[in-house]
């Protein structure tokens, strides 16, 4: 028997999306979990959209995140997240990569809870260290000691992360294969 259908997804995947239905796969996790480019290659494979809330602020405020933080402070910064996620959580057909505070918002995080499926995307602080090193776009990590604040940042998080319908570990494998894990994964959930 074939093991993709003639769109060329997985049955695996194409019965995901049976079982989705119009609600949005979000994804949730700490900054470097590997929420945008997994999510990316989740949704090639469901064959849904996928957006970035973190792509959606920067494009509605026409600046970099970065920026936001420094011109107009996080307050603002996590104001526009939790608008901008109301916002595409109303979308269908949609994997959802969130920024990795928007979770931590209570409004949000019920909303998220209520009209889709979600997915914590977890590593451990030597895995999240090492890839968020590879760039310097992130504000928070701005501080004396960034390993240090990521690991409280983890010990606060964790157990909100934990809320999430279905938690995958995001290990150095090959990114296709979290995302093939998720699949799986949220599969059982549903089932
Ligand atoms: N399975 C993996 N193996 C190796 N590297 C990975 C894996 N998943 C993600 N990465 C790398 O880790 C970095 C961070 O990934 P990504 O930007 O997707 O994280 P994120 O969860 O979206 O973070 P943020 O909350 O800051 O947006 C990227 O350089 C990405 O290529
Ligand atoms: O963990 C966080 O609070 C953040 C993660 C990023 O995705 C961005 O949303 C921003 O840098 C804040
Ligand atoms: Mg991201």
Redesign the pocket.
Known sequence: MSKTDTGGRSQRAKALVERLGDRPLV?V???????????RRIAARLGRRFL?S?EEIEKAAQMSIPEIFAQRGEPEFRAGETRVIQRLLKETDLVL?T??GAFVNGETRALVKSDAVSVW?KADLDVLFE??S??S??PLLKTANPRQTLQKLIDDRYPIYAEADVTVL??????D??AAEVIAAVLHHLR
């Open positions: 994804l996790g700490m900054m470097g979990a590997g929420k945008t480019t997994v999510g970035d973190d990569a920024g990795g995307l890839r968020v590879r760039r776009n992130r995001s290990r150095d494998v090959p990114q294969s979290v």
